[in-house]
Nanobody, 127 residues
């Protein structure tokens, strides 16, 4: 059974940092592109960042570029999202997603490109 489990969310003050993690089980991440999405009530789920199978290709939403960094550890079947300089607009439920790909070097942050999803972890940025 393919499963993605996010962790690391919480409450943080503006300007603070959080590191999200996503652990995969039931499949080998080497063959999958990975991404992080976020959603707030009443809005569409938006792509935040993606990373290709080999880690060479990454992508970021304009709003997080320069503040967030995605990384992956295929040996540990995990993907991380380091989030710095957080602001209240970063508040939301963050989801990890995966899709199997032949191409090893490119990725996308389009929601409908991804087939497997975690349950999400809440991130709240507030003073």
């Amino acid at each position: 059974q393919l499963q993605l489990v996010e962790s690391g969310g919480g409450l943080v003050q503006p300007g603070g940092s959080l590191r999200l993690s996503c652990a995969a089980s039931g499949f080998i991440l080497d063959y999958y592109n990975l991404a992080w999405f976020r959603q707030v009530p009443g809005k569409e789920r938006e792509g935040v960042s993606c990373i290709s199978r080999n880690g060479w290709g990454t992508g970021y939403a304009h709003s997080v570029r320069g503040r967030f960094t995605i990384s992956r550890d295929n040996a540990k079947n995990t993907v991380h999202l380091q989030m710095n300089s957080l602001n209240p607009e970063d508040t939301g439920v963050y989801y990890c997603a995966a899709v199997r790909r032949v191409d090893a070097s490119t990725c996308s942050v389009r929601r409908y490109d991804y087939h497997y999803w975690g349950q999400g972890t809440q991130v709240t940025v507030s003073s």
